[in-house]
């Protein structure tokens, strides 16, 4: 495959790079891991594999060889020689197609996973790009024109996807799968989505009136978000009496506030640290929904207490663990 367009950030991730926070490395991978997830189990891959991500304004890559792959997450309006595709489900593309994304529907999101995975190194266990320090993924940066990706030998799950395929694509330019994944396993991408929020450390120490604001009132995300952190504009936020804190541990979907009252979602590309008040922390079955929030949308957080989160995160595997046995039992 090689790239004829960019996009705006295309990059090659996984699920993370964990174990070197200690050094200062961060953990990287991909924004919405139920997308990344989900699209490497339709093309038979196991889910931690390196899938391509795209923000907001998908690449055009070309195929020199027939490829199973699978688009998941936002709706960056994918085709195939000009012929829309579907997303959430297995899609063979035939040798000397081209595939191209066009408008934003929804989300800003999408990942695009190939059966055997991308063909790129391992460091520190991981094949995720952490953009700012040039590590891991396709030499350490953001896919360019001409770059051209290998890939590794395929499984037997998808050389039975590939054959089911190929047997109903006929003369056509690619065969997309009758079936897909269930509504109910992806989040739908709202407006204005309630995100459920869990309270954070420092909760306690805000006033009153920030911690009533903070879940009843909507925050825009603003320009400056990238993927080391979302910087939320609308209420300030303040805490009853000035404090300073150590710095201490952060994670994915963790929500500062430093002292100009602006609430800030850390992301995948976090740092290590922060020294920052945390009056949240974002359940993690509703970081793919936060993953996929750009620039000018609004949220709301809704309180959910750490017993509902861990049932609604169980309830998700659940449902993964129904996908990846449906799969199976469709190639019987």
Not at 76 to 93: A, Q, Y
Not at 137 to 162: C, H, Q, W, Y
Not at 194 to 199: L, N
Request: glycine share 10%.
């Amino acid at each position: 495959m090689s790239l004829t367009k960019p996009g705006l950030l295309t990059s090659v991730q996984d699920l993370g790079r964990y174990g070197f926070q200690k050094y200062g490395v961060i953990t990287s991978g991909v924004m919405d891991q139920l997308a990344h997830r989900t699209s490497n189990l339709l093309v038979g891959n196991e889910e931690n594999e390196a899938t391509i991500e795209l923000t907001l304004l998908g690449p055009v890559i070309d195929f020199e060889e027939d490829k199973l792959i699978s688009i998941c997450g936002g709706n960056l309006s994918p085709s195939i020689n000009g012929e829309p595709v579907r997303l959430w489900r297995p899609i063979l593309v035939k040798e000397g197609s081209q595939l191209r994304f066009g408008q934003c529907i929804s989300g800003c999101r999408a990942y695009l996973a190939i059966a055997g995975g991308i063909g790129v190194p391992n460091v520190m266990d991981s094949k995720s790009t952490y953009l700012r320090a040039g590590l891991g993924g396709f030499k350490g940066r953001a896919l360019n024109v001409g770059d051209k990706l290998e890939t590794k030998p395929i499984n037997d799950v998808s050389a039975r996807m590939i054959d089911e395929l190929s047997k109903c694509s006929g003369d056509e330019n690619f065969a997309e799968a009758d079936w897909s994944v269930a509504s109910d396993l992806f989040p739908s991408y709202e407006k204005i989505p309630s995100i459920r929020v869990m309270k954070g450390r420092q909760y306690h120490l805000f006033s009153k009136e920030s911690q009533d604001t903070f879940f009843s009132q909507p925050f825009e995300i603003t320009p400056q978000s990238d993927r080391m952190g979302y910087r939320l504009k609308g209420p300030s936020l303040s805490l009853e009496e000035a404090s300073e804190m150590l710095s201490e541990a952060v994670n994915f979907g963790t929500i500062q506030v430093p002292s100009d009252g602006n609430p800030i979602v850390l992301l995948a590309d976090r740092q290590t640290t922060g020294g920052y008040p945390k009056i949240g922390q974002i359940a993690t079955v509703d970081l793919p929904l936060m993953a996929q929030l750009k620039p000018g949308d609004l949220v709301r957080f809704v309180e959910v207490s750490h017993e509902e989160a861990q049932h609604l995160y169980l309830e998700r595997e659940m449902k993964i663990q129904q996908l990846m046995q449906g799969i199976l039992l469709k190639l019987r």
